[in-house]
């Protein structure tokens, strides 16, 4: 099995700044695509930012320009950087990745828990 932890959640006021992190374990031969999504209360999953395996990103127009994502394929981690973070930022952030498990078998989509983020006007 595959597990995804986030940390690095937490409440902010805004303009500020929250680091998040999800490191991948288990059975794992290699990770594709790697993501952020977050959902708000009342409201459905939303993409947030991914990066590919080879780092580059994609973003939702929402958060250009003060969200950073990256990874380190080594330590089967991806990151998000959140900067001038405004209330609307509030929600569950969720990491994902599409895993393989060994060479030659399908990909699979794993999901964390979640990490709350709240900021404060």
């Known amino acids: 099995q595959v597990q995804l932890v986030e940390s690095g959640g937490g409440l902010v006021e805004a303009g500020g700044s929250l680091r998040l992190s999800c490191a991948a374990s288990?059975?794992?031969?290699?990770?594709?695509?790697m993501g952020w999504y977050r959902q708000a209360p009342g409201k459905q999953r939303e993409l947030v930012a991914t990066?590919?395996?080879?780092?580059?990103?994609n973003y939702a127009d929402s958060v250009k320009g003060r969200f950073t994502i990256s990874r380190d394929n080594a330590k089967n981690t991806a990151y998000l950087q959140m900067n001038s973070l405004k209330p609307e930022d509030t929600g569950i952030y969720y990491c994902?990745?599409?895993?393989?498990?060994?060479?030659?078998?399908?990909?699979?989509?794993?999901w964390g828990q979640g990490t709350q983020v709240t900021v404060s006007s």
């Open positions: 288990g059975s794992i031969s290699v990770i594709n695509l």
């Open positions: 994902n990745a599409v895993v393989r498990r060994a060479v030659d078998t399908p990909w699979y989509n794993f």
């Open positions: 990066v590919t395996r080879n780092g580059s990103p």
